[in-house]
């Protein structure tokens, strides 16, 4: 089977997928760098146990009102993992078997497991930007001061996790207020979660203490031209930058960069939450340096080293 390939709902009614299948599911969904990532950590993980010889990951496009149907069909067939990505983290809550915890709060799975009765849900995005702040930017969530700017699936995800680890102050932005509020909401429902605060963009906390980060998980950045989400300059200079956007630059990390703070791009990110999707399907320690190497091929960037 070619794993280049971008897949269908149709043929997956008619194609057999052999071995142990796994996927990942959005629309759109061609741009994926997951398949190249994950493909070559299982050729890594094949090397030193046969076990995963027969396993391979596909990409599969498939719009969100095919979804309901689609499901069922992965699960017949013996998808062994799934990774949802937009927009169907949310959509997949209701269509599941049992939910993790820390994604039921977050309101969103990324990471979908068979079992016999259905479909088990996890969120790896929380633990992906949490092991890339550490690895880029040195910062352990606990007891970190942490500026979040957003309050989609991508925020919500990091905002639990912020809390569950235990951070010190969480700033939260957004720029439809109501969506704001929904997040607060869920938070201020969480043990911990009395360190969340809000703020305007236009106009950062005058309270802020000296050290601490920033996370931009808002979408304004993937576009050329867009701006940035905050004033970069009036952030003290202990702080750091990190935009979950990984291509291109953004505007954030480029004025951020400018004023001499340490940044880190999303692409770290996107690893980590996959190497901890096909930790949770093999059981099994995954090496992400290898999904890094081809996540920067796949996307024509340098090789990095970490
Ligand atoms: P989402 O649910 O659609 O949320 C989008 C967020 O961006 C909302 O907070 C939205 O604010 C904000 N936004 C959109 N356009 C804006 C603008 N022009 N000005 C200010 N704010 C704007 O999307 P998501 O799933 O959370 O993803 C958010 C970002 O995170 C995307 O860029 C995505 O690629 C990235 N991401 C990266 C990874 C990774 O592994 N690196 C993983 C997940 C997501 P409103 O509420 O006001 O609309």
């Known amino acids: 089977m070619d794993t280049e390939k971008t897949y269908t709902l149709r ?6 997928f052999s071995g142990t299948p796994l996927a990942v599911i959005g629309h759109p969904i061609q741009h994926s760098v997951s398949p190249a990532m994950h493909n070559a950590a299982l050729a890594k993980l ?10 391979a990951y596909y990409r599969f496009d498939i719009a969100p009102e095919d ?37 039921e709060v977050a309101g969103a799975v990324n990471t979908l497991v068979w079992d016999e009765l259905g479909y088990d849900g996890f969120n790896t ?11 880029d930017l040195g910062v352990s969530l606990k007891g970190a001061n942490v ?27 957004n720029r439809t207020p109501s969506r704001l509020q929904e997040l607060m909401h869920v938070i201020g429902g969480m043990s911990g979660g009395e360190c969340a605060k809000t703020f ?11 050290q601490g980060v920033v996370v931009n998980a808002t ?28 291509n ?43 999904m890094m190497t081809a996540a920067c091929h796949a996307l024509n960037l340098p090789p990095r080293h970490d």
């Open 11 to 16: 043929d997956l009614e008619t194609t057999e």
């Open 46 to 55: 094949s090397a030193t146990d046969s076990r995963f010889m027969d396993w």
């Open 67 to 103: 979804f309901a149907q689609a499901l069922p069909l992965f699960h017949q067939r013996n998808f062994l993992g799934l990774n949802l990505t937009i927009p169907h983290k949310v959509q997949a809550m209701d269509l599941i078997k049992g939910v993790s915890p820390d994604a």
């Open 125 to 135: 995005d929380g633990y992906g930007l949490s092991k890339a702040l550490e690895l």
């Open 147 to 173: 500026m979040l700017l957003g309050s989609g699936g991508a925020a919500r995800g990091a905002a639990v996790q912020c809390v569950l680890e235990g951070c010190a102050q969480l700033y939260v932005g």
């Open 200 to 210: 305007a963009f236009s106009q950062l906390p005058d309270d802020l203490p000296e």
């Open 219 to 246: 979408s304004l950045g993937l576009k050329e031209g867009d701006p940035a989400p905050i004033d970069v300059s009036q952030l003290p200079s202990g702080w750091k930058v990190y935009d979950m956007i990984y």
């Open 248 to 290: 291109p630059l953004t505007a954030l990390l480029e004025q951020a960069h400018a004023e001499g703070l340490p940044i880190g791009n999303g692409l770290s990110m996107l690893v980590h939450q996959g190497a901890r999707s096909l930790e949770i399907w093999s059981h099994h320690e995954v090496d992400a340096h290898a």
